[in-house]
């Protein structure tokens, strides 16, 4: 399988313009084998130029991208899974000779190219589809489909872009259940989405890119941590004046039924829990809050607007 | 390679098994037979029966040879003359069909002839516009005393705007006339018919050999259509599948499978092959029905050197090949298949213009124009096929301008792939020449 010691794809200085628009700009980023990458960002940031560069649709005008310890080229190609943002097959043609063609694009062929495309025809349900015609299939089997057309040669990194998009709930976690199959396979995974939830639960590595920049990047744990401020989520009954103390919380919120305070930076928050308690409040929750990745998203993406 | 020829296959089968290309092949040399033979039915079509005539003669030894040119539809001159061009093999059988044509074109004749019986002229045509206001009548003659040295006659018909039937009448009129003329003067019909026999002109090349210029130059004409046909037939099929993909957004997944240029090629090729399938079916279909239908009856099939097929094929490929590459260019270029045409159209009437080049260069076909124009990949593939039939130039002219439209080829399909690869990242609009000139050099 893949070493673990060398990154698995190496973008070093990566700059690419339209015309006068700069898509990315010096970008620079690793991506760990065998860890599922995740590639966040506003519309319009570059995330999808990006990966179209790493697959080699197109070339960076400057800057080096290294794939398996090899500098980017066609025959590389191969050993990359690739479901785009925007979806795509050929209305006409039947689900199965679809992804027969596809395979063929990507060097499986013959008996071996069948067995695969009926094994993974029926871990995505989708069996009964195999002599329908593209155009015949809801929104979701197509995309499931397309995933297929991604995975059927075996790769060894798999880019994601957008994979949960038209689906429902049912499927959204057979989609995630594969993809986590997939890296426990040892696959290096790149996941790009908008969808943070997601992203939160499955990423391991997150790179934000912003305006062509990159603006976070590392392991997810370790940025959240980075990020935390030092909040707790409350939701308790009476002793509203505990929260006045200004040498403890900084900032009070209410959400709903529920009250975010933003202790000050430094303050122990069991001070606060243990001044609630011996005040008789009632406490139906205490919580340490860590920052979600939809919370540093926005920061950061306000910060730079 | 292999991806080469997977999407070749996929263009290949894909087609090919349509509905619409099972139905276009059945039911194209039907349409293609019905516009040659329905309107020459349908001008032929007699409605209401034979035309009804009536001579009044007023010469009083007329009537007799006017009722028989008139009935044995002895034609005008001038399709006596085409009669007689024909090549002397099966020239009996030839003549017959013609005839029969000419017959069947020009409907039946009831002719009667309506004595005077010491009426005057005026009370007899009186009685006759009767009979036509009446619809007992079509028509009638009047061949006044003096027909024999004035040469006027008369014919008024209900319909006198129809120059078909009075043509007719005008050439068995002037054939009874001379055939009463020259039984006047004493000379025997038959001999002046023989006599006035066209000769047979054979035209030989200089170096002795039987000039197949003609024939070849027709054939020529016929890939020249045929080039035209199956570009404005499948040109369309080219434009079709590029902007599918463009549009579906196919093309991403391909691009990240494939190298743009063997995604082309293989596209291209696959569409023609499908292009040639229908022809071959086509022309299998023609030569069996010809030979079912004319068994018998030989056709003088002009003699064709070998070579001339081979040169024949090859620069109908080619010719097909560079408009049918055009086709996919400006596929990459725009969004919907209707701009497509649009777009492609001023290119595909250089087809036409090299069309019509062939009539100058058929007659100095080693003028400095027959040379640059057959060299001009976009006129060479008809041009250079003039020049082969009249006068074949040197060899390494044919070799230099299958080259260059080889080169063309390939140049064409390179700078489309290139464009289809930066072009289809790019949605929703029509590109402007300037737009894709970047996208070249970005590629």
Redesign the interface.
């Known amino acids: 399988m893949t070493d673990n010691t060398k990154p698995t794809l190496v973008l070093e200085h990566v700059t690419k313009r339209f015309g006068d628009f700069t898509a990315v700009d010096d970008l620079s980023l690793q991506v760990r084998p065998g860890r599922i990458f995740g590639v966040i960002g506003p519309n319009g940031a570059g995330k999808t130029t990006t990966i179209r560069m790493i697959v080699n649709i197109t070339i960076p005008d400057s800057g080096r991208i290294e794939l398996f310890g090899q500098p980017m080229k066609v025959s590389l190609q191969d050993r990359i899974g690739y479901l785009p943002e925007e979806r795509g097959l050929y209305r006409k043609m039947k689900v199965g000779e679809q992804l027969r063609f596809f395979a063929e694009l990507k060097d499986v062929r013959g008996k071996e190219a069948d067995a695969r495309i009926d094994r993974w025809l029926e871990k995505l349900q989708l069996s009964d589809w195999k002599n329908k015609r593209a155009k015949e299939l809801s929104k979701g089997m197509q995309q499931k489909v397309q995933f297929i057309t991604a995975v059927i040669h075996d790769p060894d990194l798999l880019i994601l872009d957008e994979p949960f998009s038209g689906l429902d709930p049912v499927n959204v976690e057979l989609m995630k259940q594969t993809i986590l199959d997939n890296k426990g396979e040892g696959k290096t995974i790149i996941l790009s989405t908008h969808q943070m939830e997601i992203a939160e639960k499955l990423c391991d590595d997150v790179c934000m890119i912003n305006r062509a920049h990159k603006v976070l990047d590392g392991p997810l744990r370790e940025i959240r941590r980075s990020f935390a401020r030092n909040a707790v989520a409350l939701q308790i009954v009476g002793g509203d004046g505990l929260l006045n103390d200004p040498a403890l919380v900084a900032n009070t919120r209410q959400h709903g039924e529920e009250l975010e305070v933003l202790l000050v930076p430094g303050a122990n928050p069991q001070i606060l829990l243990k001044r609630l308690v011996d005040a008789g409040v009632t406490v139906n929750k205490f919580e340490l809050v860590e920052p979600s990745l939809h919370d540093i998203f926005i920061e950061k993406a306000r910060e730079a607007a | 390679m ?2 080469f020829l ?2 070749v296959k ?1 263009e290949y089968v ?1 087609r090919v098994r ?1 509905r619409f290309f099972i139905v276009a092949t059945v039911l194209g040399p039907l349409v293609m037979a019905g516009f040659t033979i329905v309107p020459g039915m349908m001008i032929g079509m007699k409605s209401g029966g034979p035309t009804r005539l009536a001579i009044v003669d007023q010469t009083g030894k007329m009537s007799a040879r006017v009722k028989k040119e008139l009935i044995n539809g002895k034609q005008p001159d001038d399709d006596e003359e085409q009669t007689r061009d024909q090549p002397p093999v099966g020239n009996t059988n030839r003549k017959e069909q013609i005839n029969q044509a000419a017959r069947r074109f020009h409907g039946s004749y009831q002719v009667e002839e309506v004595p005077l019986n010491g009426r005057t002229i005026d009370e007899v045509k009186k009685d006759l516009e009767t009979r036509i206001q009446d619809r007992e009548l079509d028509g009638y003659i009047v061949l006044p005393p003096n027909l024999l040295e004035t040469g006027e006659a008369e014919f008024r018909a209900r319909n006198a705007g129809d120059p078909f039937t009075s043509n007719y009448v005008r050439g068995a009129i002037s054939a009874a006339v001379r055939g009463q003329r020259l039984a006047d003067a004493r000379i025997d019909e038959k001999s002046v018919e023989t006599a006035s026999q066209p000769i047979d002109l054979k035209t030989f090349g200089s170096g002795g050999q039987e000039n197949k210029g003609q024939a070849g130059f027709y054939l020529v004409f016929g890939v020249g259509f045929l080039i035209y046909m199956s570009v404005l037939l499948y040109g369309q099929v080219v434009l079709g599948a590029v902007i ?2 463009k549009e ?12 743009p240029f063997p995604l082309m090629m293989g596209k291209l090729i696959g569409v023609s092959l499908v292009a040639l399938t229908q022809f071959a079916i086509w022309g299998v279909a023609f030569v069996t029905f010809s030979a079912v239908v004319i068994a018998g009856s030989p056709i003088a099939l002009p003699h064709i050197p070998p070579t001339l097929f081979l040169y024949l094929g090859v620069y109908f490929l080619m010719g097909y090949f560079i408009y049918a590459t055009i086709y996919a260019l400006v596929g990459t270029m725009v969004t919907t298949t209707q701009e497509g045409g649009q777009l492609a159209m001023p290119v595909v009437l250089m087809l036409i213009a090299g069309l019509f080049l062939s009539f100058n260069i058929i007659r100095s076909p080693n003028s400095p124009l027959a040379f640059w124009s057959s060299m001009f990949p976009f006129f060479a593939p008809i041009t250079m096929l003039v020049r082969i039939v009249t006068e074949t130039p040197p060899f390494w002219q044919i070799a230099l301008s299958l080259a260059i439209c080889l080169a063309t080829a390939v140049g064409l399909i390179w700078l489309t792939s290139r464009i289809y ?2 072009g289809m ?1 790019m949605t929703g609009k029509k590109a402007t020449i300037p737009e894709v000139w ?1 996208w070249v050099r ?2």
């Open positions: 292999r991806k997977a999407v996929r894909q349509t599918e993909e579906t957004r196919i093309a991403e997944i391909l691009f990240s499978s494939i190298r690869r930066v990242l970047k970005q590629a």
